[in-house]
């Protein structure tokens, strides 16, 4: 379609000189509108489709530049070309200095440069028209969203800020304008509260993106703080040059108080606000390392209140709740600021004494608690009296490792119970009574396998919100011809300690892929089948080759196997777990943290593992209904694991209340005897058909 010319003129030679020119343009012609007096040309203009003016400003109607200015009033965004006489130049420039894109000279009209110079003037005026539109695109955008943008010339000084950014920092846009970046965005860092330098520095440097230190402080104009997270990039020129750079952030204040609080609430008991198991294991693994290092011993106290259940069930959890944060505040006087007191659950207490020359000098500590405890409690009207029993083990005598060391200190804190309560015991080796057990246990489990007395029971992992049955956890049992069956509490231990474990497991493994592929070739639909890996299978070098020979030996697609850890395996090595966790995944294969909250696991780590599915360990899922502090633990982590885009699967579901409880806090997978006990194939099998929902429904 042609562009649309008005030329308004009183000289109908001119008139007819301009038509006849644009109408034999090389490039095509023009289609020609014609007025000869202002007030007709306006009237045309207000009617739209004019794609350029050429106007006489010397009308019957209007004289001199008036007839410019009131055509470029009506019509800013359509070019305009004046006509002018040799000796009206002077005007004609005048019409250009306020808007006209140029003029043509009278007896010149018929050269072939008429047309070009109006094409050109047009496609111009498109073009300006077109990067308008973009620029106010561009700038609606950058204001529409919550991200504060800044940009800067070469020499660091502002030259943009979007009204995000002009809210963040408190600078507005005519006002930050030229002047330093480090001006309008003071930063320091988060941690030291130094200054810190500003990315687009280094950006105009090296000419390649930055990014903010984590945690870093924006010092607004009026003094206030925020924690903001960035991106700076350079901006380039049409020749690829440097030209400027450009910041991207945004307050990420809330989301870090969120992030605080979220960890907090995994790592503290709420009724005492004491560290919980979690964050206990964690500084027992940084102490170990101190305490290696500068050779120095330290201890672990596992304390049981005596008597606390019947105070309990006599006067009410509500007063059980109070007597516990009366003994949780004892305990914290009796100990230095470099120790810990955590509560494990229930009335079970643990501290940490640390930097310790003797290992004696825990007694101490244990003696200032028994007296701390002594003293009567006064709560409610009530003066109540509760005696400890402590057990304590002491590194590296009794153990090199943080499970190990609270394990022994449980064990020490049972015969300090035996010997009357309301005293301490250290852990002595001979205090384990399965050591004679052991050895019998270890020479039998070297003939099970080539006798193969090992079988696997099948227990149902359900789907909360629906009732169906979402997988199987396979669980190893031994059926030893004098004994009967032997559940895993007795032998595991054992193997893994001898290295029977391996062969074991890789048993295991094969007899689960090879069992769910049966399944499904019966029509029937198991779900993913898991499988327990033990930290020995684990670090081997083979572990993964292993996985990938026996599914391809079965025939069981990966994503329909699922490999259990613990916490306390994935952390031994946290960089070696997270390669081997890598190749894992890329295999398909799905990868859970089983017993979750009983090792001591860095939620970091845990955030950078591929892992799919958390397991909250049963101890926790047990005292739901006894305690509330626990129900908090398990929120916090069904809560952290959404936030980490994982399942959540809780272990030992018995009762309805507990169902009920995890159901409210969205969890989507249970597992436990109020589903179905572990069953034989067969019987697996028959549930997988026949469905379960007597449970739910009860719930």
């Not at 104009?221 to 700076?232: C, F, H, L, M, Y």
């Not at 069981?556 to 699922?562: D, V």
């Not at 777990?577 to 859970?592: F, N, P, R, T, W």
Request: charged share 20%; proline share 3%; net charge negative.
């Amino acid at each position: 379609m042609p562009n649309l010319v008005l030329i308004i003129t009183g000289d109908a030679g001119d008139a007819k000189t301009l038509q006849q020119v644009l109408a034999e343009a090389s490039d095509g012609p023009f289609a020609i509108e014609w007025v000869t007096q202002l007030s007709d040309a306006l009237t045309r203009l207000r009617a739209g489709g004019i794609d350029a003016i050429l106007a006489d400003m010397w009308l019957r109607d209007s004289r001199g530049i008036d007839t410019f200015d009131q055509l470029f009033a009506l019509a800013p965004h359509t070019p305009i070309m004046t006509l002018s006489a040799q000796d009206d130049e002077a005007l004609a420039i005048e019409a250009v200095r306020r808007g006209s894109q140029g003029y043509l000279s009278k007896g010149h009209f018929c050269s072939y440069l008429v047309p070009q110079s109006l094409r050109n003037v047009i496609q111009r005026k498109a073009v300006e028209e077109a990067i308008f539109i973009d620029k106010a695109r561009a700038e609606i955008t950058l204001n529409s969203i919550s991200d504060a943008v800044v940009g800067t010339d070469m020499a660091g000084n502002v030259d943009y800020l979007n009204v995000a950014a002009e809210r963040m920092t408190g600078w507005r846009r005519d006002e930050a304008r030229g002047r330093s970046v480090h001006d309008v965005m003071k930063i320091m860092n988060g941690v030291t509260r130094s200054p810190e330098r500003n990315p687009i520095d280094l950006v105009l440097q090296e000419n390649k993106r930055r990014d903010l230190t984590p945690g870093t402080i924006l010092i607004r104009r009026d003094g206030s703080e925020a924690v903001i997270a960035d991106s700076t990039a350079p901006i380039h020129d049409s020749h690829g040059q440097i030209a400027g750079a450009v910041m991207v952030f945004h307050d990420v204040t809330a989301a870090q108080l969120a992030a605080m609080e979220m960890t907090h609430l995994a790592q503290h008991d709420f009724l005492t606000k004491l560290p919980n198991r979690l964050l206990l294991n964690d500084r027992i693994a940084q102490a170990i390392t101190l305490a290696k290092r500068r050779g120095t011993t330290l201890a672990v106290l596992f304390l049981d209140l005596d008597n606390f259940k019947h105070i309990n069930d006599s006067l009410g959890h509500a007063i059980g709740d109070k007597l516990l944060q009366s003994v949780a505040q004892r305990l914290s006087a009796c100990v230095r600021g470099s120790d810990t007191v955590s509560r494990q659950g229930g009335d079970e207490f643990v501290l940490l004494v640390t930097a310790d020359r003797h290992a004696e000098d825990a007694a101490l500590t244990a003696n200032k608690i028994l007296a701390a405890l002594a003293a009567p409690h006064s709560i409610d009207e009530n003066e109540l009296h509760v005696t400890p029993s402590i057990g304590i083990s002491v590194y590296p005598a009794d153990a090199e490792n943080a499970e190990t060391l609270i394990k022994n200190a449980d064990t020490a804190m049972y015969h300090a119970k035996e010997k009357g309560r309301n005293n301490f015991q250290f852990f002595k080796s001979n205090m384990n009574v399965r050591a004679v057990e052991r050895q019998v246990i270890e020479t039998n489990l070297r003939h099970a396998l080539e006798r193969q007395e090992f079988a696997l029971h099948y227990q149902p992992k359900v789907n909360l919100a629906s009732g169906t049955i979402t997988g199987a956890e396979a669980l190893l049992r031994w059926i030893h011809p004098e004994w009967g069956l032997v559940l895993p509490d007795r032998f595991v231990a054992i193997a893994e300690d001898c290295g029977l474990i391996v062969p074991i497991g890789r048993w295991v493994l094969r007899e689960a892929c090879a069992q769910a592929r049966r399944w499904q070739d019966a029509g029937l639909n198991p779900g993913s089948v898991a499988v327990n890996i033990s930290a020995l299978e684990f670090r081997r070098t083979d572990f993964v080759d292993g996985v990938r020979a026996v599914l391809h030996e079965t025939g069981l697609a990966p994503h329909c196997l699922e490999l259990e850890i613990t916490e306390s395996v994935l952390m031994r090595d946290a960089e070696c777990s997270s390669a081997i966790l890598q190749q894992l995944k890329d295999m398909g294969v799905q990868l859970a943290v089983d017993d979750f909250g009983t090792g001591y696991s860095s939620l970091s780590y845990l955030s950078q593992f591929p892992i799919d599915v958390l397991k909250i360990d049963q101890s926790f899922v047990r005292d739901l209904c006894v305690t509330n502090d626990n129900g908090i633990i398990v929120s916090a982590v069904i809560a952290m694991a959404a936030s980490l885009k994982q399942r959540v699967v809780a272990e030992g579901v018995e009762q309805t209340e507990q169902l009920a409880f995890l159901k409210a806090q969205h969890c989507e997978e249970g597992q436990g005897f109020l589903f179905s006990r572990p069953l034989v194939a067969e019987q697996f099998g028959t549930l997988l058909a026949n469905g379960l929902g007597h449970a739910l429904a009860a719930a």
